[in-house]
């Protein structure tokens, strides 16, 4: 009786671990996540407005999120991922005054900052990258059918707002009642909306700002219009996980829930999946408190691992705090890590095949560990302690290891570290990292790496120097034989007026 019941825990434990449990900032619970259609998920992340470059904040969102697309794909599943471009906004145009240039010129100098950035981060790209501006057409449908079913009503000016009582479940998302909500908001001088919590679909063109000819006048959308409008374009009617930054829930994604449902009379969303967002010394990053730190000042200082390994020890709902000292620790774990493992593939060489034997139960308790805190909610900081200890285990156990059984652990910590983008670097690359940010690199290669460098270059020099004695005295068969020779492997040795230079071809 007592291994039967023993069977029917460990069925159960299995079972619950096998499925990823996601927190919904809709229903404000863990629910257990299942794509709408079989293995296909449909994801919309909100995107750059990009009117800067970017800074550690987004860095924070974006490598969040790229965990959780690692991850389904890990599951298995099969990924139609929409992130757009915000191209056109408020914004885009003030910096395009500031700056004595066209909002068309701000958003492409700042899409390509965002572009580099992304690739230096190793984010996973998206399916597909929409633009605002690419889809005024959509976005004109959209707001038609919205003023069609009476949600929105167009001003003596040409906007067009979105009537927000007309919604009876609006503020569903955040938490908030209309009441409430009403009570905090004022319409702006110069808006002639019915209610201050309506927000524009379409914005009037003011002289000299870019505008598109609409049925309500020459304008240009508002931005959560543009949202709706390609989340519909591109995944469908209803979809499996909208996301971006906490900071998005109200009014942004509030006001999309608004119109999308309005339109289509279908949720929106299954899952609303929201980032926390990250203050420097407990305050919020903003230009006014001038504590923006760009990305690009991190990655000079520190690499793409580094600073993914920083961002998924706290978990992704939490607020983030940036201390210089944290990816500080996050290099020295990082590179303790890195020094087991090349230390163990570097035995490996030496050692001969066996069996895999116990090691195969062992690694697969620590994967089954991982794996269950990835399914609670994406519990980051637990699975990457997981994952240090079965480094720990690795460097422990070394000694009695044959080479199969090295190959193993490696590859799983290879594997299961990819969810997280980091351990995927052979020796020279790590060593490369480090010397491009004039690093220490003793700490983690291995004792007298580098030297044959040194040495190989020191050889070659000798050699060089025998081949022009050798023709000084004519013996030119032999200095023939030595450039041939080496030509052969690769170096090629050029006579000039100066002397001997050697390249590799
Ligand atoms: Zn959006």
């Not at 296909?40 to 969040?64: E, K, M, S, W």
């Not at 193993?408 to 997280?420: A, C, Q, T, V």
Request: glycine letters at 6%; aromatic letters at 10%; a neutral charge.
């Amino acid at each position: 009786m007592k291994t039967l019941s023993m069977m029917i825990t460990n069925m159960e434990v299995h079972d619950v671990g096998m499925s990823l449990m996601l927190y919904n900032t809709l229903t404000k619970k863990k629910e257990s996540f299942k794509p709408l259609r079989n293995k296909l998920v449909r994801i919309y992340f909100c995107g750059p407005t990009v009117q800067d470059v970017p800074h550690i904040g987004h860095a924070r969102a974006y490598v969040a999120f790229d965990v959780l697309i690692r991850y389904l794909r890990y599951l298995g599943y099969r990924i139609m991922y929409v992130r757009n471009v915000t191209d056109i906004d408020d914004k885009i145009i003030r910096k395009a005054n500031e700056l004595k240039i066209t909002p068309f010129e701000v958003a492409e100098m700042y899409w390509r900052e965002f572009y580099e950035i992304s690739k230096a981060l190793n984010l996973i790209p998206p399916n597909i990258e929409p633009r605002a501006t690419g889809h005024i057409p959509e976005i004109i449908e959209l707001i038609k059918k919205l003023i069609e079913k009476g949600y929105a009503y167009v001003t003596n000016k040409g906007d067009v707002y979105f009537d927000v009582l007309k919604f009876k479940e609006y503020g569903k998302l955040s938490g908030q009642k209309i009441e409430e909500l009403q009570a905090g908001a004022r319409i702006e001088p110069g808006e002639d909306k019915r209610n201050p919590l309506d927000f524009a679909l379409w914005k009037a063109a003011k002289p000299g700002e870019p505008s598109w000819p609409s049925p309500w006048g020459p304008g240009r959308p508002g931005w959560h219009i543009e949202c709706s409008a390609m989340s519909l374009k591109y995944l469908g009617e209803t979809i499996d996980i909208h996301a971006g930054g906490a900071d998005l829930i109200f009014p942004h994604h509030e006001n999309e829930i608004a119109q999308s449902e309005a339109a289509t009379g279908k949720p929106f969303a299954r899952f609303w999946v929201h980032i926390g967002l990250l203050n420097i010394k407990e305050e919020k990053m903003s230009k006014s408190l001038g504590n923006i730190i760009p990305v690009r000042e991190v990655l000079r200082r520190y690499d793409a691992e580094t600073i993914r390994y920083w961002i998924a020890k706290t978990h992704y709902r939490k607020p983030l705090n940036f201390e210089w000292k944290q990816l500080d620790e996050a290099e020295v774990i990082l590179d303790k890590m890195y020094s087991i493992i090349f230390k163990a593939e570097n035995e490996a060489k030496k050692r001969s095949k066996g069996e895999l034997g116990i090691i195969e139960k062992e690694v697969a308790r620590y994967e089954k560990d991982f794996l269950n805190a990835m399914n609670d909610d994406l519990n980051t900081p637990k699975a990457l302690s997981i994952l240090r200890n079965l480094v720990e285990y690795l460097d422990k156990n070394l000694v009695h290891l044959n080479k199969t059984q090295i190959e193993f652990i490696i590859g799983k910590i290879r594997e299961l570290g990819w969810i997280f983008g980091i351990l995927q670097q052979d020796l020279e690359e790590r060593i490369d990292e480090k010397k491009l940010r004039g690093k220490d690199i003793s700490k983690f290669a291995p004792p007298g790496f580098g030297l044959g460098e040194k040495l190989a270059e020191e050889l070659l020099d000798i050699l060089i120097d025998v081949r022009s004695e050798l023709r000084r005295r004519k013996i030119f068969d032999l200095a023939d034989s030595i450039r041939e020779k080496l030509r052969v492997i690769g170096i090629v040795l050029e006579d000039t007026k100066e002397g001997t230079i050697w390249k590799i071809s």
